[in-house]
């Protein structure tokens, strides 16, 4: 009888990771840069992740790939857990998680269905610390030319950028989701975008990237300012009072002045004649004194007298000591008035100098934090069970919790399963993308067993962590916690734990 012959492999394979179906040549990656033809068996580049718990509080991320300091001991006197780092996904829709790994913790079978999400409603919430002025409210923020998202509401202190999105994503040209695609992605795996602020003529040059300081115009930030004028009069007056007739605290939002201001009266600071240029709201309190900026207190101003009118004959003298600082304590100038009431600048005072020192003191450093925002639609919820809808009852009731790489997620209320997480609490590298375009990100939702076989779970598919640590082997990324820890196994998570149910 003769023997068939061998069946010859294919030279390209066809990827079903994703919709994009490439046809990848032996030795080549696909356009993701995930998968690869590797002897033409479809491999997945990126090794699976996996956290491993310790005793200590703090244990740095080791070096991707490099297995450096682990002893292969994979419970490291605690337990692993799976992320969905380097898992895969579950692209055509159909297949059950890449991962579904159940272990014993604190005498209760639990369960985490790990996969890496295509997410084409996604993006980030970026927050820059930062006084400076780097656009006004819906400015567009553009990367290459292209606009991949807006300048939205201030915050306290920080300048709040929303980037991405499906309409960036999809929406717009071919070209806009390619560059929105690939800033969002390097801003997940915290690498530095360039991007800049506003439309045409009045453009603000920003570099962020999650961790770092902010660059604006070439310049990186500091501070983070201490508070609004008023609010840094409120907290120093008893440094000032005695030692000069009056303050004035640039902001770009609420200008504070010492005299007028309620802590000044109650410490009898004396009326100064001082007038703001600008509209008065409360006493010591005033909006718009100058336009926004660059200078002092992310005003546009560089000589802070500009704001200031002629003061009053009736209220003041000459010789009046006059401080006037920024929010951040970083510019700072000393006046007295001469015969004709006009400010004549001095060198500063030691004693004020260490009230300006003391505001910087109390700023904290200026840093960009990155949120990645995304929701997990009805194919991803069908890896999980069989019936999507009742993981997302089981997530709002708070029986499955919900984490990104090991990190916590925040889940918003409402419909769906909408979460956030900040990438600085995920293993470095977890964000991977398709051509299509849409960010490819980790998800995990742990629960009981028993709940999980409630819900409709794949059980099936079910293995035993140690198993699945066999199956990765060395392919597999070991590392330790990160700087902010966090287990989503513990029992803190769960209201049947609050309850004293098993």
């Known amino acids: 009888m003769t023997a068939r012959p061998k069946r010859q492999k294919p ?50 991320f080791l070096d991707a790939g490099s297995g450096a300091g682990w002893d292969g001991d994979i419970m490291r006197a605690g337990r692993p857990f799976v992320t969905a780092v380097g898992a895969g996904t579950t692209y055509p829709d159909y297949k059950p998680a890449p991962f579904i790994v159940s272990q014993e913790v604190e005498g209760v079978d639990m369960v985490t269905v790990v996969t890496e999400g295509i997410f084409s409603y996604c993006g980030v919430k970026v927050k820059i610390d930062t006084d400076r002025h780097i656009g006004a409210e819906c400015d567009p923020v553009l990367v290459e030319g ?58 603000t040059a920003l570099v962020v990237e999650a961790g770092r300081p902010p660059v604006i115009d070439g310049e990186a930030e500091r501070l983070m300012r201490v508070g609004c004028g008023s609010a840094a009069i409120g907290m120093f007056a008893r440094q000032w009072a005695g030692a000069v007739d009056e303050v004035v605290v640039v902001d770009d939002h609420i200008t504070g002045v010492l005299s007028e201001h309620e802590a000044g009266r109650q410490l009898g600071v004396a009326p100064t004649g001082i007038r703001i240029r600008g509209r008065k709201s409360t006493p010591g309190r005033y909006f718009q004194v100058a336009s926004p900026g660059s200078g002092w207190g992310g ?18 003298w ?9 929010t951040t304590g970083e510019q700072l100038a000393y006046f007295e008035l001469d015969a004709a009431l006009t400010p004549q600048p001095l060198a500063v005072p030691e004693a004020l100098r260490r009230s300006a020192a003391l505001i910087a003191e109390n700023c904290e450093p200026s840093t960009c934090s990155v949120l990645f925002m995304g929701g997990a639609g009805g194919s991803l919820r069908a890896g999980v069970t069989s019936n999507p809808v009742r993981l997302t009852r089981s997530v709002k009731e708070a029986l499955t919790h919900v984490s990104c790489g090991g990190a916590p997620a925040y889940v918003w209320p409402g419909g769906g399963i909408t979460f956030m997480v900040d990438v600085e609490d995920m293993p470095a590298g977890s964000f991977g993308y398709v051509p299509t375009p849409a960010l490819v990100a980790p998800i995990e939702f742990t ?12 059980m099936d598919r079910v293995r035993p962590v140690t198993e699945i640590a066999a199956m990765a082997g060395g392919a597999a990324r070991r590392i330790g916690q990160g700087p902010r820890p966090h287990d989503p196994m513990a029992s803190r998570h769960f209201p049947w734990a609050k309850r004293g149910q098993r």
Do not use: W
């Not at 000459?318 to 920024?326: A, E, F, I, Y």
């Open 299 to 316: 005003t546009d101003i560089a000589d802070p007298l500009t704001i200031l009118a002629p003061f009053d004959p009736r209220l003041a």
């Open 447 to 458: 629960l009981r067993l028993s709940d999980y076989a409630a819900l409709g779970g794949h």
């Open 318 to 326: 000459p010789g009046l000591r006059l401080l006037m600082v920024s």
């Open 146 to 203: 292209e606009p991949i998202g807006h300048v939205t509401t201030s915050e306290y202190g920080s300048r709040m950028l929303s980037l991405g999105g499906v309409e960036h994503l999809t929406g717009g040209s071919k070209k806009e989701g390619r560059v929105t695609c690939d800033a969002l992605m390097r801003l997940c795996n915290r690498e530095p975008v360039e991007m800049t602020v506003g439309p045409p003529g009045r453009q």
């Open 11 to 60: 030279d390209k394979i066809r990827c079903d990771a994703c919709p994009v179906m490439c046809y990848i040549a032996e030795g080549r990656a696909g356009a993701c840069d995930r998968y690869a033809n590797r002897g033409g068996e479809l491999v997945r580049l990126d090794p699976l992740t996996i956290i491993e718990t310790t005793d200590q509080a703090l244990v740095p």
